[in-house]
């Protein structure tokens, strides 16, 4: 399994394992919930720095899941 990019904050987003289970794209995910491709991406990669509770609410919708599906908190990764 390879290793999550992790943001300075010690927050993880797991939203590529669950596009993986739901065998959807990032393309498709975008066109259902109204969000751009690239700002998609920058969740997906770990790179964001905030998130609309609308986004969140929007995606929990789509993909069927709660907010701590597709967010995890680890300390040590906020140590750098």
């Known amino acids: 399994m390879r290793e999550r990019t992790r943001c300075n904050m010690g ?4 939203l ?3 596009l993986l289970d739901r065998k959807m794209s990032l393309t498709e995910l975008s066109e259902r919930v109204g969000v751009t491709i ?3 991406s920058i969740l997906k990669t ?3 720095k905030a998130i609309r509770f609308s986004t969140l609410e929007a995606l929990c919708k789509e993909l069927d899941c709660q907010p701590a599906d597709l967010l995890q908190y680890l300390p ?3 140590e750098d």
Do not use: G, T
């Open 76 to 78: 040590e990764a906020s």
């Open 38 to 40: 690239a700002n998609l």
């Open 11 to 14: 927050i993880i987003v797991n």
């Open 16 to 18: 590529d394992r669950i």
């Open 46 to 48: 770990n790179k964001a």
